[in-house]
T-cell receptor
Framework: AQSVAQPEDQVNVAEGNPLTVKCTYS??????LFWYVQYPNRGLQFLLK??????LVKGSYGFEAEFNKSQTSFHLKKPSALVSDSALYFC????????????FGKGTRLSVIA | NAGVMQNPRHLVRRRGQEARLRCSPM?????VYWYRQLPEEGLKFMVY????????ESGMPKERFSAEFPKEGPSILRIQQVVRGDSAAYFC?????????????FGSGTRLTVV
C-alpha cells in the first residue's frame, strides 16, 4: 500500500530565509508525487508534481521540490520565504498504475515570521 | 470556467439527522474524489466515482455513508443518522482522467458540524 510521511507537524522560518518541508513516501511501483497548499478555510491548491524526468521540479509561487529515489523523499523548498507562504502543506503520492487515488500526508503547518 | 463547486460551505446537523453534501466537478472532468479532513489527521480518502459508477470506496465507512455521481447533476455524499464524530471538513476533488499524471482540483469544502 502506498503511504506518505510528513515528519514535521510545524515548521517555523524567518522571512527571507530558505524553507524546507519534508516528505517521504512508500509505494511498490513508480511514484507520482504532488505538493498542495491549504490556506485557512479553503480547499487545497496544487503547487507542483513529479511524474518523470528531472528530479528538481519547479512549481507555483517560487516553490520547488527534489525527487530523491534512493531516499524515497520529495522535500518542498523555497529559497526565500514570505510571510504569505504561511499555510498548511500536504504531500501526496499516487502509485504508477490504474485508478489508485491520491494518498496524502498529515500536513505540515508552515509559519513564516516577519 | 468555474472550479470545483461544493455546497453548502457550512452545514449544521443535529445528531440523528441526515447530511447531504454536493459537489459539481470542473467542466470537462468526469472523475470525482471525496476526502475527509479531521483536525491533526490530514486528508483521508473516502470514495472515487465516475459518472454512474463507484470505482473505489475503500475509504468509506461501512455504515451510514453513501456516495453517488449520477449521469446528470452533482456528486452527492450522503451521511445518514449523523453522530458527533462525523464533524469534519469534507472536500471534493475532480480530475479529467484516471491517468496517474493527473493531479486533482479541489473544491473549498463543506464543513459539517454535528450538534
Amino acid at each position: 500500500a502506498q503511504s506518505v510521511a510528513q515528519p514535521e507537524d510545524q515548521v517555523n522560518v524567518a522571512e527571507g530565509n530558505p524553507l524546507t518541508v519534508k516528505c517521504t513516501y512508500s509505494v511498490s511501483g513508480n511514484p507520482y508525487l504532488f505538493w498542495y497548499v491549504q490556506y485557512p478555510n479553503r480547499g487545497l491548491q496544487f503547487l507542483l508534481k513529479y511524474i518523470t524526468g528531472d528530479n528538481l521540479v519547479k512549481g507555483s509561487y517560487g516553490f520547488e521540490a527534489e525527487f530523491n529515489k534512493s531516499q524515497t523523499s520529495f522535500h518542498l523548498k523555497k529559497p526565500s520565504a514570505l510571510v504569505s507562504d504561511s499555510a498548511l502543506y500536504f504531500c501526496a503520492v499516487r502509485e504508477g498504475s490504474g485508478n489508485t487515488p491520491l494518498v496524502f500526508g498529515k500536513g505540515t503547518r508552515l509559519s513564516v515570521i516577519a | 470556467n468555474a472550479g470545483v463547486m461544493q455546497n453548502p460551505r457550512h452545514l449544521v446537523r443535529r445528531r440523528g439527522q441526515e447530511a447531504r453534501l454536493r459537489c459539481s466537478p470542473m467542466k470537462g472532468h468526469s472523475h470525482v474524489y471525496w476526502y475527509r479532513q479531521l483536525p491533526e489527521e490530514g486528508l483521508k480518502f473516502m470514495v472515487y466515482l465516475q459518472k454512474e459508477n463507484i470505482i473505489d470506496e475503500s475509504g468509506m465507512p461501512k455504515e451510514r455513508f453513501s456516495a453517488e455521481f449520477p449521469k446528470e447533476g452533482p456528486s452527492i455524499l450522503r451521511i445518514q443518522q449523523v453522530v458527533r464524530g462525523d464533524s469534519a471538513a469534507y472536500f471534493c476533488a475532480s480530475s479529467p482522467g484516471q491517468g496517474v499524471a493527473y493531479g486533482y482540483t479541489f473544491g473549498s469544502g463543506t464543513r459539517l458540524t454535528v450538534v
